[in-house]
């Protein structure tokens, strides 16, 4: 099969060599420390090839060199060692990196071409160094001295003047002997470096790595601190025609308050103002310092800082400015000289709102007419309770500015520095009822009548059911009584005239020879007979233990026994669900009324089987009486129905108990008698028509 024409013309294309494959690009070398410095981070991890040459300018360590040539100055970390030495030219080879803020070198290998001399740095300002322009590069600061102190045995820290601002130059050296530094002018050449901010490769704070003291250079030399121009307190960074420049100033003052490396607060008149020494100096309040140090804003009143103490003479404590309202911690009546206090040893008066305590100590929120002060107690202390009238002998601190119209700025947070615990004294203690107690004793007592309400309502509802049940088991007792009497008096009486009759009409029938008159006296006996049977079936009825025990199947039960003793008829009881226990008189009621409806049965009907059936659903009980006998035609009027009073007695038993009566029957079909009884009690007010055909 031939190819297609588009296959063919590239085979053709390949076989006379018109089709060439692009060759892959080698990677490019880099031979500069400043296209080092001018990778991105992505490009700087690719690991591109470099070859540098250049002399090393700082050693930190293994993971920390510096390589400085024409273009600029990159850092590098060596693949094993050993270190090369600052001044040695060497030419290395590694792949890129990216550092911990800029881009750089890793795994190089070097060799030492010779030796040379460090270059020189790169004269920079403040803005210089706090915007990395020169990063890892060597830079020339120049600056006044403001302290020296050691870092460690092998390394010191200058605190350098640039302007206003303040920078560190940290030496690999112990501090030096020979004249003193602070307030000289100087000029230092070394690594600019600083604090990065790792996880987004910011610089928090700028600084310069020096390898020793030949590289400072004296500019001015520093005056003795006894020559130093006298200012006082109130000329503190206020308007000079010829200013005090950067250089330092002495005054004096007396000491008020000393909290260590947070400061000494001076008063000097009616000013007052802060100082920190370069080093610890403990004074003590009343003290008389003659200092000398360098002005400084760092809150809302100016202070000296990096001071030296010069002279010292004891006197008394100073006694605290008496503050009538806490108010005037931020202003002064008529609105005049705002933060008038700051730095002042006061005492003033007001109400404890709220404590916290944080790691620093103890922090009260002290109330006056209209503001709240801080108190800041950083000694052991036990903070007294909430609501209390505080008297506080304290340092005023101002500790922030707002700005306002035009060119004033006013006190935003004034804070209180008692010197120590026993300058807090308590004038009042608040009443035992405060806000929060009085919550929670109404909680309380809305808890207890809450519960008590609910008892009181169960304990009626309990009281409702013994009453009912009390008053049910009295008026149990009252019908048992009742009944009992009744049977008595039956038995007693109309039951033994019975008996006396009977007997008096066998006595006449022995003496009387009319037969028609015999027949007569036999059918009074048979009468008397009859009504005797009925008599004791009324007392056995009224003694039947099951209807006082509420129990309908048992008193049922009682009944077809009875008939089923008597004559031939099969009477039976059947109850397949759960019957409830009911009222005596409602058991004797609907007895009475199935009795009723099997003697009907029986005698009218001549029924050979008589079935009670039982059941019930969750509102109703329903009885029926049902029978196989002749039954009757309910659509016509029975024979004889005015002289027949079992209905008539059926139905007026339904009405008693709310029961519904309902006859069914049909000639020679039998008849049944159905009963149904509302089990709700309440619907045993209301008494239904009873429907019959009976």
Not at 362 to 389: N, Y
């Amino acid at each position: 099969m031939p190819l297609p024409y588009p296959l063919r013309l590239l085979t053709l294309l390949f076989g006379l060599g018109w089709v060439a494959v692009p060759a892959q690009e080698p990677p490019r070398l880099l031979t500069t420390a400043l296209e080092i410095r001018s990778l991105s981070p992505a490009e700087a991890d690719r690991g591109i090839p470099v070859r540098l040459r250049g002399v090393v300018v700082f050693v930190e360590g293994a993971s920390a060199l510096f390589l400085q040539d024409e273009t600029s100055t990159a850092f590098f970390r060596l693949e094993r060692p050993p270190l090369p030495g600052v001044g040695d030219e060497i030419e290395l080879t590694a792949k890129t990196r990216m550092g911990l803020y800029l881009p750089g070198v890793d795994f190089a290998t070097y060799r030492v071409l010779g030796r040379r001399s460090l270059p020189p740095g790169i004269p920079v300002q403040y803005d210089d160094l706090h915007f990395s322009r020169y990063h890892y590069q060597r830079v020339s600061v120049e600056g006044i001295v403001r302290s020296v102190l050691p870092l460690s045995a092998n390394r010191s820290v200058i605190r350098l003047a640039m302007g206003s601002r303040v920078i560190e130059v940290r030496i690999e050296a112990a501090p030096r002997d020979g004249p003193p530094l602070i307030d000289s002018r100087i000029r230092i050449t070394g690594l600019a470096a600083g604090l990065i901010n790792s996880p987004r490769r910011q610089l928090v704070q700028p600084y310069v790595h020096a390898e020793s003291w030949d590289e400072l250079e004296v500019v001015t030399p520093a005056p003795p601190a006894s020559a130093a121009p006298v200012v006082s307190a109130e000329e503190l960074l206020a308007f000079r025609i010829d200013g005090l420049g950067e250089r330092r100033v002495r005054l004096e003052g007396v000491v008020a308050a000393d909290f260590g490396n947070e400061g000494v607060f001076l008063r000097q008149g009616a000013n007052a103002f802060a100082v920190r020494f370069t080093r610890p100096t403990p004074v003590a309040p009343g003290e008389t310092l003659t200092l000398a140090g360098f002005p400084s804003m760092e809150r809302f009143s100016a202070s000296v800082i990096d001071a030296e103490l010069i002279s010292r003479r004891a006197g008394p404590a100073p006694t605290p400015t008496e503050v009538q309202a806490l108010d005037e911690l931020y202003s002064r009546p008529g609105n005049l000289q705002n933060g008038h206090y700051d730095g002042h040893l006061v005492r003033v008066t007001g109400t404890l709102r709220d404590t916290f305590k944080g790691p620093a100590g103890s922090t009260l929120l002290l109330q006056g007419t209209q503001r709240t002060v801080q108190v800041r107690v950083t000694h052991e202390f036990d903070p007294p309770p909430v609501g209390s009238v505080l008297r506080v002998a304290a340092i005023c601190q101002v500790e922030s500015t707002l700005f306002v119209a035009g060119f004033r700025g006013d006190p935003g947070l004034v804070s209180l520095r008692p010197t120590d615990a026993a300058a807090i004294e308590v004038l009042r203690r608040p009443s035992w009822w405060t806000p929060r107690r009085l919550t929670a004793v109404l909680a309380a007592l809305g808890g207890v009548t809450l519960v008590a309400g609910l008892w009181i309502a169960l304990l009626r509802r309990q009281v409702r059911r013994q009453t009912e049940a009390l008053r049910r088991r009295i008026a149990l007792a009252a019908a048992n009584e009742e009944r009992q009497r009744i049977a008595r008096e039956f038995h007693d009486t109309l039951e033994q005239e019975l008996a006396g009759v009977s007997l008096r009409l066998d006595g006449l029938a022995t003496r009387v020879s009319d037969e028609k008159a015999r027949t007569l006296v036999a059918a009074s006996r048979n009468l008397i007979s009859r009504i005797q049977t009925e008599t004791r079936d009324l007392i056995s009825d009224l003694r039947d233990p099951a209807e006082t025990a509420g129990d309908l199947v048992a008193a049922l039960g009682s009944v077809a026994l009875r008939f089923r003793a008597e004559g031939e008829t099969d009477v039976r009881v059947e109850a397949p669900t759960l019957i409830p226990t009911l009222p005596a008189a409602t058991v004797h009621d609907l007895r009475m009324i199935a009795r009723e409806s099997v003697s009907n049965a029986v005698r009218h009907g001549r029924a050979a089987r008589v079935v009670i059936e039982l059941a019930t659903t969750p509102a109703h009980l329903r009885l029926r009486v049902i029978d196989n006998g002749l039954g009757f035609d309910p659509s016509a009027d029975p024979p004889g129905r005015r002289g027949h009073f079992g209905c008539a007695g059926i139905r007026e038993r339904g009405r008693k108990i709310g029961a519904e009566v309902v006859w069914h029957s049909a000639l020679q079909r039998g008849t049944t008698v159905e009963v149904t009884l509302p089990l709700d009690p309440f619907s045993r007010t209301s008494a239904p028509s009873a429907s019959s055909s009976c």
